[in-house]
């Protein structure tokens, strides 16, 4: 087991237990908490995958502005330290049942696809991938339209969220 | 090297953890955690393809699955705000001013 | 970036920019009637360029849109359901106390995302088009705050369609996985070189079926659906049941008939189930209901069942066409009935939620004798009976199932029509047969939209072969 492995095991095992604790804990704040130590170990993982990039905007955007925000919410809405009452509802049996059926199909159908026999290919040392990126984004052959729409995007979901957090 | 698959199952495996959490849970923030779970779960599996494939376009897919996610925070969270405001209780089989 | 490119995206530009410019102009001058002029004219102009980009079949962008017959019909669904619902709102949002220009800039973005479903042909595409049709819509289905149905909508919509989101983009992953693109003409140029994992991209396709089957409302996908359109404001819900609909068909439409038609051997059983499910429960649900919002919310499933219908046969290439042709005049079908169903509906409805029960339709018949027979004709198109427009679409559509194949499929169609004729006749029974003293509002839109689609519903379904000629020419262009 070569040092990158047992690098993987550990952040997918950190990765694992805390998205778990994530959907059991019943503290909500404790449940952030968890939500940002995963938002972590998936950056982490981006780094083993050579994507340096995307784990720094992992971490600026989703534990810096959604994790945080998520926060914000906890403390406008609940009790914090004695949240009351059953944390699951009703169908948990049956879901759970779901759960297990549909991850055991999911890990079948990717042990068969020839995605299990390749490894990763060597990546030569100098490629640049930001500047491949950022080309990419804005380049009329290639994603310029969902560039564009993301902006649009972002501002009706602007608009939106002022006018339903605006006093009457 | 650790094969792709390992990455596959690991994202498979956070999926399944979110789209669990969503069945399960009954606090509406909680139920938005584990959507953004399920988010990652993809962006995971994007990134691990793209370096299969060794091109750059799934980069560039989990560049707009973030900003999606943004999009969506704003909105949900002001959302789930609100109704506490009115009701004192964000808890969903609560939410049953709508049974007919 | 060439003529062509800025060609195919001109009319989503132009509609993009005017909904900006109403909000600068609603937020500055402050009138609200001139922001529903406004956005009326900006939609009227987008519809017209939408016209012209008729036959063009351009594609832009290096394959990421395509503007064929197909988009340009589905367009003009969505930029005519805006009209009819900016009608059925200019005087709905006064009435109810909730007039704010955000409304319209809101529905206009929520156009433009469905427009750009229709010329999607990226995954990526499709998933921002998604998401930018369905968060104006959250915001919408909550617009009228701080009334707690209507919070719960947008609540519970934004938690459906959010979680409908996650399995969108991991079955896109994994269609990305199996074939190194997400372009369609890619994904369809790789299944034909055998180089597409095809494991992995059948669980992807899936997956996206699944993500656009809580958008159209299939059963078991359905849970929220009808406490959204019980809780959103019913203009909104009226808008919401056209276009959110439409656009996820059209996306399912293009995705599985023009780039995986290959897979129709695994994906088509489960379309079956889907669909059988959906016309059963949507119908049998609604029988129980005395709501009339809840009523329609359930025929909406129901309704959705039925298209759905048209997509089992998607792999074969013969009748494909035929389907998909069949499947958007039902569409144009469900929704000018649809419109009108909701105008009368939004007639009666009274603040605080009253109004809506199913016995507030008493004595209509004999005061309101207009406003009944228009119901009535509704309800008769919404069952599929002649001479209206649900009959042909039904037709159609039957017809096209049959064809393909799915006799079994077809029967249970027709017998849960016989099923759903047992709540929309109801409806006519309590307007004309029980004595009640109804108040009903008479606004000159809402009076208009209701005439206009109830002659529409009529005497479209007497002339309806050029329409249907126009959705047979609606092809997808294939890759």
New interface residues.
């Given amino acids: 087991m070569t040092g990158m492995d047992s690098l993987f095991l550990i952040f997918a095992v950190i990765t694992l237990i805390s998205a778990f604790l994530v959907v059991t804990t019943k503290n909500l704040f404790h449940a952030a908490l968890w939500l940002i130590m995963t938002l972590f170990g998936v950056a982490a993982i981006y780094v083993l995958l050579n994507a340096f990039y995307l784990a720094v905007i992992q971490v600026i955007v989703y534990i810096g502005a959604i994790a945080i925000l998520m926060i914000f919410a906890i403390m406008l809405t609940q009790r914090v330290m004695n949240p009351s009452g059953r944390i699951f509802n009703k169908n948990w049996i049956i879901a759970a049942l779901l759960g297990a059926f549909m991850f055991i199909g999911l890990v079948i159908i990717s042990m068969q696809t020839g995605a299990s026999k390749t490894t990763l290919p060597q990546i030569s040392g100098q490629l640049d991938t930001v500047s491949e990126l950022g080309q990419a984004l804005v380049s009329p052959n290639a994603y310029v339209i969902p560039f564009e729409v993301a902006s649009v995007l972002l501002l009706a979901a602007l608009i939106g969220a002022i006018f339903v957090s605006r006093k009457r | 090297m650790i094969p792709t698959t390992y990455y596959i199952v690991l994202s498979a495996l956070l999926f399944t953890i979110g789209a669990l959490g969503v069945l399960i849970r009954r606090n509406a923030i909680i139920i938005f955690m584990a959507i953004e779970l399920m988010l990652n779960a993809a962006n995971l599996a994007f990134v691990a393809f793209t370096r299969m494939y060794g091109i750059i376009d799934g980069q560039v897919f989990v560049f707009f699955v973030m900003t999606v996610a943004a999009a969506e925070v704003a909105v949900g969270l002001a959302l789930i705000v609100a109704i506490f405001r009115t009701k004192h209780n964000i808890d969903i089989d609560q939410l049953n001013n709508l049974k007919g | ?2 003529t062509t ?1 800025l060609l195919s ?1 001109f009319p989503l530009l132009i509609l ?1 920019l005017w909904a ?1 410019l109403v ?1 600068l102009l609603d937020v500055f001058l402050k009138r609200e009637r001139l922001t529903t002029i406004l956005t009326a004219i900006g939609l009227v102009v987008t519809l017209g360029f939408s016209i012209s980009q008729n036959n063009l079949n351009l594609t ?3 394959n ?2 395509v503007v064929d017959n197909f988009a340009v019909y589905l367009n003009i669904i969505f930029l005519g359901s805006g009209l009819l619902a900016i009608s059925l709102a200019h005087d709905y949002l006064k009435r109810m106390g909730i007039n ?1 220009g ?1 409304f319209y ?2 529905l206009m ?2 156009i ?1 995302g469905m427009m ?1 479903m229709a010329i999607a042909a ?1 995954l ?2 499709f ?3 998604l ?2 049709l369905s ?2 819509l ?2 919408l289905a ?1 617009f009228a ?2 009334r ?2 209507s ?6 919509y ?2 459906l369609g ?2 409908s ?3 969108v ?2 079955g ?3 269609v ?3 074939t ?3 372009n369609l003409s890619g994904i369809a140029a790789r299944i034909a070189e055998h180089q597409a ?1 095809i ?2 991209l ?2 992807g396709a899936a997956l996206i079926l699944v993500g656009f089957s809580f958008k159209v409302a299939v059963v078991p996908f359905q849970m929220w659906t ?2 959204v359109y ?2 959103a404001p019913s203009a909104v819900t009226a808008f919401m049941a056209i276009g959110a609909k439409a656009a996820g068909f059209a996306a399912l439409m293009r995705i599985f008939v023009a780039a995986l038609p290959t897979l129709s051997e695994q994906i088509t059983p489960i379309i079956w189930v889907l669909a059988a499910l959906t016309m059963i429960v949507g119908n049998i649900v609604a029988v129980a ?3 009339i919002k ?1 009523m329609l919310a359930y025929s909406s499933i129901a309704h959705a069942g039925y298209i759905l219908m048209a997509l089992v046969s998607y792999g074969q290439s013969s009748v494909a066409s035929v389907s998909v042709s069949a499947a958007l005049f039902y569409l144009l079908s469900y929704a000018v009935t649809n419109f009108g169903a909701w105008a009368v509906v939004i007639a009666v409805e009274k603040a605080e939620g009253k109004g809506l029960a199913l016995d507030d339709y008493a004595g209509i018949g004999r005061k309101y004798p207009a406003l009944a027979a228009a119901m009535a004709i509704f309800m008769l198109s919404f069952t599929g009976v002649p001479p209206t427009l649900g009959f042909v679409g039904k037709f159609y559509l039957f017809r096209a199932v049959i064809d393909g194949g799915y006799i079994g499929l077809a029967v249970i169609g027709v017998l849960t029509s016989l099923i759903s004729a047992f709540y929309y006749l109801r409806v006519v029974v309590i307007m004309y047969m029980r004595d009640g003293e109804p108040e009903v509002r008479s606004e000159p839109w809402l009076n208009l939209t209701t005439a206009f689609t109830a002659i529409a519903t009529i005497v479209l379904s007497i002339f309806s072969a050029p329409i249907l000629q126009w959705a047979s020419q609606a092809i997808l262009s294939t890759f």
């Fill in positions: 970036m060439t490119d995206v993009i900006c909000l832009g962008f290096n990421m849109v704010r955000e800039v809101l973005f929520s433009s750009l990226d990526i595409v998933f921002l088009a998401e930018l968060i104006p959250y915001v909550a705050r701080p707690v149905e919070e719960e909508a947008g609540m519970k934004f938690l959010a979680f989101g996650g399995f983009v991991y896109i992953a994994l990305f996985g199996a190194a693109t997400t994992d494991p992995l059948t669980i009808p406490d019980h809780g209901q005395s709501n809840r």
